[in-house]
Structure formats: structure tokens, C-alpha cells
């Protein structure tokens, strides 16, 4: 069970203890103190998508809820299709890094949605269904909600080249459904 006891007016909610995820498609607002405000002006058009290394969505939102991890992420899905958000999409969560995206344009946290998935990122651990049905949902949302323009891998925004290699192993082909351009690999 979950109390919203703490939580505060904008919906938020503690951590559950002891943890439970979700469950498919449903989320809780876990919110990390690892955000800030977006630049004034700033348009919101590129959604970057990692995976976490960290094994379980437990440890992922304890790892964000750390102020000293100054890591954070908007949502991160874990492979059963639960949800947790852990950032206001209005807000700038802490996940690209430096950066320079297909554009040139530096500091990606400025202008992007950052998207965790629940992988070892070994390029062995798979992506399942249920945790690409979550994805390809917040997704949807997200172009209701912004003027969104492409998808973007953290290994191919990451600077230098091979600083990130994540989301490794991804099946890319899942996301072409949204009719974005998809820039993932290393940059050409
Ligand atoms: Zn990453």
C-alpha cells in the first residue's frame, strides 16, 4: 500500500515501504529533488531514452531520490510496465549530461523528456513488451503535450562519443510507430 499522508497538493507521493511497483501501465510520483526550472522560453521537442544498469525500479527511484546522485529522470519504467515519475515534464530533470543533439544543440536537459528503462544494459537484457507498451505510452502523451520531433538514444546525445553507450541493445523498430525521426548509434 501506498499513503499519500506526505504527498503533497501537486500529487506527489513518498516512496512506499515496503516498495511495491505499480504494476503495468499505472504510475506513482515519486518526486526526485534532482530537477530544476527549464530555461525561460525553452520548447520541449526531444525525448531521450536510457536504460538505467541499476536492476530494479526500487533501486532507480532510491538512486533519485538521493540529492548527492544528482541524477534524476522524468519517468522510469520498469520491465513489468510500471511507471514511476520522478520529475514534472514542465520541470528539467538531470539525465542527458553534456550534450549535443542531431541539431548541434548543447545541454539537452534544457529542451528534453528523459525516459528510463528497467536493463543491465549488458546488450543481453531484454526490453519486454509490457515495458515498451509503458514507453510507447508516455510517448503518445508526451507529443499531446509538447511539439516533440525525435527520439534520441543517451549514447548518441552523450559527449564525447562513448561516454554513454545506453540504451544498449534497444529495439528500435518499436518506437517507429510514432513517425519521428530516431537518432540512436553513434553520430554521423
Ligand atoms: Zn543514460
Known amino acids: 500500500m501506498i499513503t499519500t499522508a506526505a504527498g503533497s497538493a501537486d500529487g506527489w507521493q513518498p516512496m512506499p515501504a515496503p516498495w511495491v511497483d505499480p504494476g503495468y501501465m499505472k504510475v506513482f510520483y515519486i518526486k526526485s529533488p534532482n530537477s530544476n526550472d527549464r530555461p525561460a522560453g525553452v520548447e520541449v521537442d526531444t525525448i531521450v ?62 529542451f528534453s523528456i528523459g525516459i528510463e528503462l528497467v536493463n543491465l544494459n549488458d546488450g543481453k ?34 559527449t564525447p562519443y562513448g561516454r554513454k553507450n545506453d540504451p544498449k541493445a534497444f529495439p528500435w523498430d518499436d518506437l517507429k510507430v510514432h513517425g519521428l525521426p530516431m537518432f540512436f548509434g553513434k553520430p554521423k
Open 49 to 110: 531514452i536510457h536504460s538505467t544498469v541499476i536492476p530494479t525500479l526500487e533501486r532507480t527511484t532510491v538512486a533519485f531520490q538521493r540529492p548527492e546522485s544528482q541524477v534524476s529522470a522524468h519517468y522510469s519504467i520498469g520491465k513489468d510496465g510500471s511507471i514511476v515519475q520522478n520529475v514534472s515534464t514542465f520541470e528539467r530533470a538531470w539525465h542527458a549530461g553534456v550534450s549535443v543533439d542531431p541539431q548541434g544543440r548543447t545541454n539537452l536537459n534544457h
Open 125 to 158: 537484457d531484454p526490453y519486454p513488451q509490457a515495458q515498451l507498451d509503458a514507453l510507447n505510452a508516455i510517448i503518445t502523451i508526451m507529443k499531446r503535450r509538447f511539439p516533440i520531433k525525435q527520439l534520441v538514444s543517451h549514447e548518441y546525445i552523450a
